[in-house]
T-cell receptor, first 117, second 114 residues
Framework: AQKITQTQPGMFVQEKEAVTLDCTYD???????LFWYKQPSSGEMIFLIY??????QNATEGRYSLNFQKARKSANLVISASQLGDSAMYFC??????????????FGSGTRLSIRP | SAVISQKPSRDICQRGTSLTIQCQVD?????MFWYRQQPGQSLTLIAT?????????ESGFVIDKFPISRPNLTFSTLTVSNMSPEDSSIYLC???????????FGPGTRLLVL
C-alpha cells in the first residue's frame, strides 16, 4: 500500500532563510505523482508543485522547488527566501500509481511552518 | 487551473440534522473528490464522485451517512446526514481534469456540530 510520511510536525524558520520540508513515500509501482500543498489558517488547500515519477528534472515553481530523490523515495520541498506569508501547514501527497484520472491522492500528516520576522 | 466554489463556507448545526454542501467548478472536470479534514488532522478521502453513476466510497465511509450527487461535469453535492459532534470538520471538494495531473481544491466548508 502507498504511504506518505512527513516527520516534522512543526518548524520555525527565520524570515528570508531557505527551508526544507521533508517527505518520504512508499510505493512499489514505478508510475506515480507527488504533490505539495499549502494550507493557511483560512483552510483552503493551495497547490504548490508537482513531480511525476518519470520526470528527469526536479520541479520548480518560483520560490518552490522539489528535491526529488527517487532511489531514496524522498520528495522534499525547498522554499527559498522564506516570507512571513509562508507560515502555514504544508502537506505532501502522492497520487496512486498509474495515470487514470480516477487514481486517488493520499496525504501525509503535514508540517506546520512558522516564519519568524 | 480550476476555479472551485463551495457553499456554505461554514455552518453550525445541531446534532441529528443534515447538511448539504455544494461544489461548483468553472469548467467541466472528469473526477470530483470529497475529502474530510478533522481538527488538527490531515485530509482523508471520503469518496470519488462519478458523473452519471454511483459514487465510490472509501473504507469507513458509507452512502447512508454521506450521500453524494454528481448531476453533471461541473457540480456535485455532499450531504452529511444525522450529524454528531464527531462530524465537525472541514469538508473539501477537489477536482481533476482528464488530461492534467494537478488536483485542485475548493475553499472548504467548515462544519461545527453542537
Amino acid at each position: 500500500a502507498q504511504k506518505i510520511t512527513q516527520t516534522q510536525p512543526g518548524m520555525f524558520v527565520q524570515e528570508k532563510e531557505a527551508v526544507t520540508l521533508d517527505c518520504t513515500y512508499d510505493t512499489s509501482d514505478p508510475s506515480y505523482g507527488l504533490f505539495w500543498y499549502k494550507q493557511p489558517s483560512s483552510g483552503e488547500m493551495i497547490f504548490l508543485i508537482y513531480q511525476g515519477s518519470y520526470d528527469q528534472q526536479n520541479a520548480t515553481e518560483g520560490r518552490y522547488s522539489l528535491n526529488f530523490q527517487k532511489a531514496r523515495k524522498s520528495a522534499n520541498l525547498v522554499i527559498s527566501a522564506s516570507q512571513l506569508g509562508d507560515s502555514a501547514m504544508y502537506f505532501c501527497a502522492m497520487r496512486e500509481p498509474g495515470y487514470s484520472s480516477a487514481s486517488k491522492i493520499i496525504f501525509g500528516s503535514g508540517t506546520r511552518l512558522s516564519i519568524r520576522p | 487551473s480550476a476555479v472551485i466554489s463551495q457553499k456554505p463556507s461554514r455552518d453550525i448545526c445541531q446534532r441529528g440534522t443534515s447538511l448539504t454542501i455544494q461544489c461548483q467548478v468553472d469548467s467541466q472536470v472528469t473526477m470530483m473528490f470529497w475529502y474530510r479534514q478533522q481538527p488538527g488532522q490531515s485530509l482523508t478521502l471520503i469518496a470519488t464522485a462519478n458523473q452519471g453513476s454511483e459514487a465510490t466510497y472509501e473504507s469507513g465511509f458509507v452512502i447512508d451517512k454521506f450521500p453524494i450527487s454528481r448531476p453533471n461535469l461541473t457540480f456535485s453535492t455532499l450531504t452529511v446526514s444525522n450529524m454528531s459532534p464527531e462530524d465537525s470538520s472541514i469538508y473539501l471538494c477537489s477536482v481533476r481534469r482528464r488530461a492534467e495531473e494537478t488536483q485542485y481544491f475548493g475553499p472548504g466548508t467548515r462544519l461545527l456540530v453542537l
